[in-house]
């Protein structure tokens, strides 16, 4: 082989040049900027104080819906009381157990005397 078939199969290499570079400096800035982070702080805080309302709110209302529901079972329980001292008043004022009463305490009828009372 000749050399200048060796001069080919190497691979050629360019000169290096000298070229200055000038060296700069880099500024370099954060990508999030101190008022992005300030207003980021501020909407978390503003979620977070919103979620703490939020909630405290609804354990208020659920607290008043227990007392409404207490207080309703409560005036059921009135009413049914209520409707069964209005049955035995029914039935203690029959106009048959007065007279029999009446009759035991040795009272008489007295029809001059006896006055109508009228409900309105």
């Known amino acids: ?7 080919q199969q190497q691979p050629y290499i360019q000169p290096k040049t000298n070229i200055e570079k000038q060296a700069r ?10 008022g992005e982070k300030l207003l980021a702080g501020l909407a978390i805080a503003f979620v ?6 939020v909630i405290s709110t609804q354990a208020a209302v659920y607290q008043v819906n ?4 207490k207080l309703e079972s409560s005036i059921q329980d009135k009413k049914k009381v209520n409707a ?3 049955m ?3 039935d ?3 106009y048959d157990r007065i007279k029999k009463i009446a009759k035991e305490l040795g009272l008489k009828m ?9 409900e309105k």
């Open 110 to 118: 007295n029809d001059n005397n006896v006055k109508g009372v009228y």
């Open 92 to 94: 203690l004022s029959r």
């Open 1 to 7: 082989m000749s050399n200048l078939a060796r001069k």
């Open 88 to 90: 035995q008043v029914s």
């Open 48 to 53: 977070c104080f919103m979620a703490i309302k």
């Open 84 to 86: 069964d001292l209005e």
């Open 25 to 34: 400096t880099v500024h370099k800035r954060s990508q999030i900027t101190l």
């Open 66 to 69: 227990k007392d409404i529901q």
